[in-house]
Every structure is written in structure tokens, then in C-alpha cells.
């Protein structure tokens, strides 16, 4: 185990692990002491709380993979846009550092702050839309310096896949997991030192302090793998170790 396994691991504990597991063993104790004891399905465990999480986590990470991919598309298809610009016309010399280059970066900008500030309010949206219409004004402009039609329309359709893939790549940042089951999840999180306590006291007549050790156990890892569910559940706001680094995905910022 290196460094930076261990650092990932820590990540992911923070005050909730603290305080689910303390309260665990504080009613695990108190069943103990008035004798309220029993045996229940540890099965429980699984299929209230672990894979609802599971699930979660598994849901998270299939948007951030779509995401990833619709963001590449942005990227392909905004820079075979600045490619066409910059190589199709047969008339004016055409400088690197035109307009086409500045929207597009600008377009990259926009997105950004969209899919990384969490808002009902559509300015940032309005503020992209705005470019995809400034990079369809540049379009047409090709037709005075000798670009065919044929080729104005492939470009223009590169630009109606940029506003496709942006709508995914929006909704994916809008719309996450069921508040529904989000909301299920932590409150039987929260619940279950309590619920279970009786089984755990019940661990502590067979062996000693066994009740303690296991009551830290679940709870600690029930808590961990919700911290792990809230980290991803947003690939955009820089919060878990895998999310999305916008700056780092856009290559025509990078490269051009």
C-alpha cells in the first residue's frame, strides 16, 4: 500500500464516520446494559442500505463516463470546426488568432461555469447559446472567401453535434440520483446505529467486546461507501477524486 492509496482512503473519512460509529457503539452499550437483546437479519443491512448505495455510486459513475465522452465530442467537434476555418478557404489568409479561436475558447469558458455552478438561473446557458450563434455567424462568412456550400453545411452540422452533446453533458450536470432514494439512504444510515444495537449487544454474550467490534465495523463502512456516493455523485464540483477536471479535458485550450 503506497502513499497515495492511503491518502484516497482518508479521503473519504471525515466527522459523519465519527459520529455514526460512536453513536453505534453508545446504544450497542445501552442495549447491553438493559439487557435488550436479540438477534436480526444482517441481510437487512444489504438490501436497506448497501445497495441503494451501491446503485448510486454505480449510476454515478456511468454519467461521468457519458459525460467524459459527450465532453470529447465538444472537443472533436469544436476544433474540426477551427480546423475547417482555418484550411478551407481558398480566398483570404486566415489568422490563427481570429475570431472563430476566441468564441471558441470563450464557448469552452461558458460551459464550464455552467456545468460547475449549481443554479436554476440560465444565465451561463443563455451566455453559451449566445456563442453557438457567434461560431454560426463565422460559419456563414465562409461563403466570402470561396467556401462551397456542401462544406459550410458539413461544418454547420459539427456545430448542431457540439449543441447536442452540450444538452447531454447539461442534463447530466442537472439531473442526478432520485432525491427519493438519496433521501432513504441517509435516513436509514442515520437510523440504523439504533436499529441494530440489540443484535450487536447480543455479539458481546458470545465474545467479549465483539458487539463493539462490529458495531464499528458496519458502521464505519456503511458511512464510508455514502461518502463515497456523495463525492461522485457530482462529476463537476471538484469535490471527489474522480470528478471531471474540466480544464484539464479541453484540449483546445490546452493545444491551440
Known sequence: MNFYTLKNFLYIINIKVFI??????????????????GNMPTSLIGI??????????NSAFQRRDKALEHYGIINANLTSIYFAHLNW????????NSDINKIIKELFSYIKKDLVTESL??????KIYNSFLKISNENEKLRNRDVSDGEISR???WLNNTIVSFEKISSIS????????????QIFLNIFPILFAPYFASLNEVIS?????VAILYSSVLVMLSNIQHNVENPFDSIG????NLDKENRFKNLF
Open 241 to 244: 477524486l474522480d470528478d471531471i
Open 121 to 126: 438561473n440560465n444565465k451561463h446557458k443563455k
Open 155 to 157: 461544418i454547420n452540422n
Open 48 to 57: 436497506a442500505v448497501v445497495f441503494p448505495i451501491v446503485f448510486s455510486i
Open 89 to 96: 478557404s481558398k480566398k483570404k489568409p486566415f489568422k490563427e
Open 209 to 213: 467486546y465483539l458487539g463493539y467490534i
Open 174 to 185: 442537472d439531473y442526478r440520483t432520485p432525491r427519493g432514494l438519496e433521501a432513504y439512504s
Open 20 to 37: 455514526i460509529t460512536i453513536l453505534s457503539v453508545f446504544t450497542t452499550y445501552v442495549c447491553g446494559s438493559i439487557n435488550l437483546v
